[in-house]
């Protein structure tokens, strides 16, 4: 009877403990705290042996922890390896002392260490190795759920990457859709920098190679535009077409736009607070690629029309018919068969380039409403002019585009038919070189306006003018040939100076002893009186048809 209770009695206590263990085993498993869970569930252990908890040795991927018993603060030296399956360890100061393993899987968590002075019961180790395995699963199952959080902490970090890539991708589609729409419905420069106001909301400025604006969208447009000084904007422009990419400067950011080395253009987003995103920028590379073919576009359309202006100015210096170039005249608003004359630039003074005098030129011309039929030829610039301005206007608004140049400007006669362009263009010509010659520094020279020049220079017989000029200056002209002299040169100007000496000197750049020399000279091989009204009247005729019939030659 005795015996009977008591083995009732230890049933009872081992189902008393199992259903302890069993509640124990839920509250491990509904905590995430690794630590806490394994200072729950060891600590419990005398609670179901009469043991001591030395403490639990934790495996994990960054190696193993100690984590230790009420009255241990350090792993025991000593301690070993602790077999897989657990059993008998040797620790300092216990003597006995056991390892159970944690869970179940392989390989193992880890161990939890146990020890008394005396051997424990088998239902004591029982215990003791089903509290280390819910332990272990309680352990795992942590880490599984910290694993599959970490998974949905980075998946939704993943999606929200993905939502804010989205939403940049889309942004920039609606940029590129936008820029596009202005690229292809011809709406040019200005519906270009509207477009990349619109998309960045910042206003935008398009400047060419020299900074000069050519459109501004958005508010904040300055009454007067600033510049750079030359040499800085020239830096600064080698810099953009190099790198390109968006420049940073003070107030804006910047990007140039180059389709080919002779064409570049500036487009800007004005950005005082440095505010300008990675959209804003890359919408305003979009509008710098649009900018560009747009450039392009212009500077096409810009060459074929040179090309066909050029055609049509050539064949009508070369001469043709009213038929062929009346209609190609009404394709640039011109009607051919009305008054024109032909003018002719050239360059005097400081040379400039065949292509800067050209665009000086054009410019002068379009600035005075005389139209775009004009050609460069020879180095020279050839314009077929409708309209009759102020031609001294003309030449200096041309000089001052020629930045401290100068020009000579020829002036043809009135045409009255098509047919008559090559006779305009001659005389021009003619005017050009008489100037040269008569006037020395650049002006402007109508051919209408040369007096006797004009009457000398329209004579189809030029015989007789031939022998009036050796009459009164062969002497003359034979001494210059001999002796490389320049005495009937200085004949013609001291005669057009009215016989001042300081006026002829001056204009001759020589001293007024010099002349006198020459003329002392002129006086012996003539054998004329230059004091003679009518010697000198005769003299000055003959060099006037001189300097004609030379400028007919040339």
Known sequence: MTFASDTSLRERDQLSRLNALLVLSMLMTESTDEVQILRMGASAAPSFADCTLIGVRVLDTSGARWIAGPGDHVEPYGLGDIPSIGGTVNVPGHAHAWAYPLGTSN??????????????ANEEHFLLRVLAQQIGSAVRNSRLHEIERTAARDLSAVNQQLERTVEVLQHRIDIHHRLTRAAVSGEGTDG??????????????????YGNLRTWAGPGQPELYPKDSAAHREQMVKKL????????EPGRVAMAASPRADSVAVIALIDPNGEASEEDLAALEYGSTILAMELARQRTVADTEIRIRRDLVEDLLAGTDAASALPRGEAFGRDLSVTHRVVVFESGGRAADEETFFNAVRRGCRDMGLGQLLVSRGGAVVLIAEREPDWGDLHSLVSRELCGGSCRVGIGGRTQRVEEFPRSHREALLALRLQRDIARSPGVTVFDELGIYRLLATSEDTSEVERYVTEWLGPLIDYDAQRHGDLVDTLHQYLESG???????LALSIHRSTLKY??????????RDLSDPEVSFNLKLACRAWKTLQAMRA
């Open 499 to 505: 016989g001042h000496y300081d006026t002829a000197a």
């Open 518 to 527: 020459r003329l002392q000279r002129i006086r012996q091989v003539t054998e």
């Open 192 to 209: 270009i920098a509207r477009a990349v106001h619109e998309v960045t909301g910042f206003a935008v400025a398009i400047e060419d190679r």
């Open 241 to 248: 077409v190099h790198d390109g990419t968006p420049l940073r």
């Open 107 to 120: 390989p193992q968590l880890g161990s939890m260490i146990v020890g008394d002075d005396h051997e424990l």
